[in-house]
């Protein structure tokens, strides 16, 4: 591991530390009958916040058990299915292995290899992949670094306060508070006779979310790449993408073009559904 990935190490431990027990609320209130869709949501980000912090630090077989049951949630937050018996012990069952991995960062121990015979349980059937792995060190590293090692009298002075992304060699930004995600490589289904502005949309997690090609409101001829970044913004169930051509980043100081994220969804009567 890496210097700087050891400054992070304390910021993964305590994550995880934090995720796991939303996580353990969950089997908790599956005991008790008492779960409902807020737990479910609980326990569903605090799975995809441990496999971005465990990514940071390059502790893999974390960040794939994670991304495991994330993905294993999600199909019950999409459909509104209830957890059944055999859903709750798989779900226990990567519970019990991140609690065992966490004890390892805990020593400064490596995780232990996977033996032959052993095999991380995927959600759905499918290959975990370690798309976005990058983007999340390249997108929140920095910060994550300068928060970690600064004094609290310090730490205001390098919080992010915005957003900057670029689009056809225009620089763009949004306030931090409206930032929700930075995606790469999303699937966009393309509305051929919306208005040109609106490249398509995105299904983010049962939201379906309207992409944005600023360029094209802007009355600019730009060729969107076919890698392209999407800025998530928004509040709730108000959100939209942005497209931006190379990859976004957090800033301590603003520069570019403001989007104010509500009042463009409010002119341009942009909703999520």
């Not at 199909?75 to 209830?82: L, P």
């Not at 942005?242 to 520069?255: E, I, Q, R, W």
Request: proline share 4%.
């Amino acid at each position: 591991m890496s210097d700087y990935q050891d400054s992070l190490l304390p910021i993964f431990i305590e994550e995880t530390d934090q995720g796991l027990s939303l996580i353990k609320k969950l089997l908790s209130a599956w005991d008790d009958k008492a779960i409902n869709a807020e737990i479910l949501e609980e326990a569903r980000r605090a799975a995809h916040t441990i496999k971005g912090t465990a990514g940071l630090v390059k502790r893999m077989r974390s960040s794939d058990t994670a991304k495991s049951l994330e993905n294993f949630l999600d199909q019950f937050n999409d459909s509104g299915i209830d957890l059944g018996a055999s859903d709750v012990e798989q779900v226990r069952q990567w519970y019990d292995e991140l609690s065992e991995l966490l004890d390892c960062a805990k020593r400064g121990a490596p995780e232990p290899e996977l033996n032959e015979l052993e095999e991380l349980p995927e959600a759905g059937g499918g290959m975990i992949e370690q798309e976005g792995s990058d983007l999340i060190n390249d997108f929140a590293l920095p910060f994550m670094m300068k928060l970690h090692q600064a004094t609290d009298e310090e730490q205001d002075a390098v919080k992010p306060v915005c957003c900057r992304f670029y689009l056809g060699g225009r620089q763009y930004f949004i306030s931090i508070e409206h930032v929700l995600e930075i995606s790469e490589s999303v699937k966009i289904t393309y509305l051929p006779y919306g208005p040109n502005y609106i490249t398509g949309l995105i299904n983010q997690r049962g939201n379906v979310i309207p992409v944005i090609d600023l360029a094209a409101l802007e009355g600019r001829d730009v060729v969107l790449p076919k890698n392209l970044f999407l800025v998530i913004a928004g509040q709730e169930n108000d959100q939209v993408a942005f497209v931006s051509d190379s990859l976004p980043n957090l800033n301590v100081k603003t520069a570019g073009h403001e989007i104010d994220v509500i009042s463009f969804i409010q002119e341009h009567r942009v909703k999520a559904s």
